[in-house]
T-cell receptor, first 110, second 112 residues
Framework: DAKTTQPTSMDCAEGRAANLPCNHSTISGNEYVYWYRQIHSQGPQYIIHGLKNNETNEMASLIITEDRKSSTLILPHATLRDTAVYYCIVTETSGSRLTFGEGTQLTVNP | DTEVTQTPKHLVMGMTNKKSLKCEQHMGHRAMYWYKQKAKKPPELMFVYSYEKLSINESVPSRFSPECPNSSLLNLHLHALQPEDSALYLC???????????FGDGTRLSIL
């Protein structure tokens, strides 16, 4: 499975955009990039996923570089409720297995 | 509110007990998953069911026995667990491969 590398922690001011990077240099052509987050004491929550193109939904935007070796999750206007561990995951080719890395602890400060 | 319901939320059991964790979803999803999450660690996949058949077993010890009685229900039967099995057990479901997984909030299991 392609491995991902994320910073251990990041801080963001409330109301500002949070940009969370992820490196996945060994990703293969048919592997998707998924982002989940886990708020303390809750199960992981799906945020967004993509293959090649940039994606946007009501929660976030996903920017994938042209060579697909890295991506950035953007939370456009972070709130205190966005404080969580954010996981960048590359699915293996069958699409059935999610392998979580250590993730990034995002802390949104007032 | 999560659409995947796990019961019980907390469970304390002795090493000789037999207990079961239950997971239910009514989204019509055909794939269901069990994960284990130790404190301050990411979730680790244990089992995957696809169309009620076990498709992935990540070399999980036999003291954990999954069961999928129907497309909406997933059980994890526990027997003779060890203290190191204390963890948060998460259930998830998805429409199919490459589809987002929806997680429950887990059962926090403590083995005495």
């Amino acid at each position: 499975d392609a491995k991902t590398t994320q910073p251990t922690s990041m801080d963001c001011a409330e109301g500002r955009a949070a940009n969370l990077p992820c490196n996945h240099s060994t990703i293969s052509g048919n592997e998707y990039v998924y982002w989940y987050r886990q708020i303390h004491s809750q199960g992981p929550q799906y945020i967004i996923h993509g293959l090649k193109n940039n994606e946007t939904n009501e929660m976030a935007s996903l920017i994938i570089t042209e060579d697909r070796k890295s991506s950035t999750l953007i939370l456009p206007h972070a709130t205190l409720r966005d404080t969580a561990v954010y996981y960048c995951i590359v699915t293996e080719t069958s699409g059935s297995r999610l392998t979580f890395g250590e993730g990034t602890q995002l802390t949104v400060n007032p | 509110d999560t659409e995947v319901t796990q019961t019980p939320k907390h469970l304390v059991m002795g090493m000789t007990n037999k207990k079961s964790l239950k997971c239910e979803q009514h989204m019509g999803h055909r794939a269901m998953y069990w994960y284990k999450q130790k404190a301050k660690k990411p979730p680790e996949l244990m089992f995957v069911y696809s169309y009620e058949k076990l498709s992935i077993n990540e070399s999980v010890p036999s003291r954990f026995s999954p069961e999928c009685p129907n497309s909406s229900l997933l059980n994890l039967h526990l027997h003779a667990l060890q203290p190191e099995d204390s963890a948060l057990y998460l259930c998830a479901s998805s429409q199919g491969r490459y589809q987002p997984q929806h997680f429950g909030d887990g059962t926090r299991l403590s083995i005495l």
